[in-house]
């Protein structure tokens, strides 16, 4: 069974520019949820999607936004990137929302520097 | 609001030694709590989770830890420390809204 996969795993950006990290999440997994990993604030939730429609966000600028598509795919976009947006980012899916008494399965990460 | 505390960013242990990984939660709700280990330029991989059925909880690679409501701990053990083990250990917590709240880490080194 294929677990979490994100792509790409590295990538290298310009400040001002824009980005968008993908995740697939296991198959029959209906929740995508989306989180921020920076040696200065550890690992922060971003916002979680189930069903195509995101049900929690967290304290993150309107810069930060996210989709789900009706095969359970999920994208972040970052605009306008700053210095500070460089970090792991980590995709985790679970089978049903909310999905915390099932259990949440991580992806690898995207490791995105601003330069 | 939900809380994680884990004391301790980094602990040592010797080959063979007891491993003991400490996180203190706050939640005003029964909790969620989870044990997730970091390998080097690695996503999180599930060790063990509590969600209110036995209050010790036995995961992957023989940790284990145990739920204490009355001291609000869930602290990760492991008998016999291996050289595998050395990585970055997360404690958290959710109150099932689908977000979890992580604790600082503590990184673990074992030395032969």
């Known amino acids: 069974k294929a677990g979490v996969t994100q792509t790409p795993r590295y990538l290298i950006k310009t400040r001002g520019q824009q980005v968008t990290l993908s995740c697939s999440p296991i198959?029959?997994?209906?929740?995508v949820s989306w989180y921020q990993q920076t040696p200065g604030q550890g690992l922060q939730f971003l916002f979680e999607?189930?069903?195509?429609?995101?049900?929690n966000k967290g304290n993150f600028p309107g810069r930060f936004s996210g989709r789900q598509f009706s095969n359970s795919r999920s994208e972040m976009n970052v605009s306008t990137l700053e210095l500070g947006d460089s970090a792991l980012y980590l995709c985790?899916?679970?089978?049903?929302?909310?999905?915390?008494?099932?259990?949440?399965?991580f992806g690898s990460g995207t490791r995105l520097t601003v330069v | 609001a939900q809380s994680v505390t884990q004391l301790g960013s980094h602990v040592s242990v010797s080959e063979g030694a007891l491993v003991l990984l400490r996180c203190n939660y706050s939640?005003?709700?029964?909790?969620?709590l989870f044990w997730y280990v970091q390998y080097p330029n690695q996503g999180l991989q599930l060790l063990l989770k509590?969600?209110?059925?036995?209050?010790l909880v036995k995961g992957i690679n023989g940790f284990e830890a145990e739920f204490k409501k009355s001291e609000t701990s869930f602290h990760l053990t492991k008998p016999s420390a291996h050289m595998s083990d050395a990585a970055e250990y997360f404690c958290?917590?959710?109150?099932?809204?689908?977000?979890?709240?992580f604790g600082t880490g503590t990184r673990l080194q074992v030395f032969p």
């Open positions: 985790a899916s679970s089978l049903q929302t909310p999905g915390s008494s099932y259990g949440y399965t």
């Open positions: 198959s029959g997994h209906r929740s």
């Open positions: 999607y189930f069903s195509e429609t995101q049900r």
């Open positions: 939640s005003s709700v029964p909790p969620y």
């Open positions: 509590y969600t209110s059925a036995a209050t």
């Open positions: 958290a917590v959710s109150d099932n809204t689908d977000k979890l709240i």
